[in-house]
């Protein structure tokens, strides 16, 4: 299979005058999260969050396989990067609430915000791009594939090339959705760039030289189990 890699692109409808052109920016997520109220906000009250996250039976049956990932490899202490609102990482806590959770963005205000939501967690900002690794056992990237490039990928698991690693995609590409996504950005539509989308080989291409890994599944998204070559 060859290795593809495309721009994406979203409609945001009337939302798209908060993000702009350009999504994969603190700023522009950081519109998302506290000034909408649509699937991408985060909610300003516990309730409300608590809410969110327990009406959603995919997102509970995805936090339950990813915390019985931790529990079959002895991880204590889990660290989980550009977790947005957070909702997967509240039900991952509420499975095994012994284990020590630290969760991590890079838009200001939503991470402000969710300090204060969740303070069973160690809530802190974080940037992909430059930043060591988190302290933790193994670490989670959950539907923060779209956020970089392949170049960035690779710089990042070069960071992280002694560590433990769980990559939940947001979406292993077919031709299909790969065409459909052409068609989308050469149509009229106002669509805002949304990072990047990849098939299979694109992904399992980002980790060759750093790690060793196992095609899993968490509950309904495609993932992989990144370990530390030699």
Do not use: C
């Not at 909702?87 to 300090?115: C, G, N």
Request: glycine content about 4%; proline content about 6%; charged content about 30%.
């Amino acid at each position: 299979m060859i290795p593809l890699t495309i721009r994406h692109v979203y409609d945001f409808g009337p939302d798209r005058e908060l993000v702009g052109d350009d999504l994969v920016r603190p700023e522009a997520w950081d519109a998302l999260r506290v000034r909408t109220d649509g699937p991408f906000s985060l909610p300003d009250t516990r309730e409300a969050w608590e809410r969110s996250a327990l009406e959603r039976p995919d997102l509970v049956e995805r936090a339950r396989a990813v915390s019985a990932w931790a529990d079959a490899q002895g991880v204590r202490r889990l660290a989980s990067y550009g977790v947005g609102g957070a909702t997967v990482e509240y039900l991952i806590w509420r499975e095994s609430p012994s284990r020590e959770l630290v969760v991590s963005d890079y838009a200001p205000a939503a991470v402000q915000r969710l300090a204060g939501l969740f303070p069973e967690a160690d809530v802190r900002r974080f940037d992909l791009l430059v930043d060591p690794p988190l302290p933790g056992d193994a670490h989670l990237f959950h539907r923060v594939d779209t956020e970089l490039t392949n170049r960035q990928w690779r710089a990042l698991l070069r960071r992280f090339a002694s560590e433990r690693i769980l990559v939940v995609a947001t979406e292993v590409a077919d031709m299909r959705r790969l065409s459909w996504e052409v068609r989308l950005r050469l149509s009229r539509r106002p669509t805002t760039r949304a990072g990047w989308l990849r098939n299979r080989a694109a992904f399992e291409r980002l980790w060759r030289d750093t790690h060793d890994a196992t095609a899993v599944r968490m509950h309904d998204l495609e993932a992989w189990d990144l370990r530390p070559r030699g």
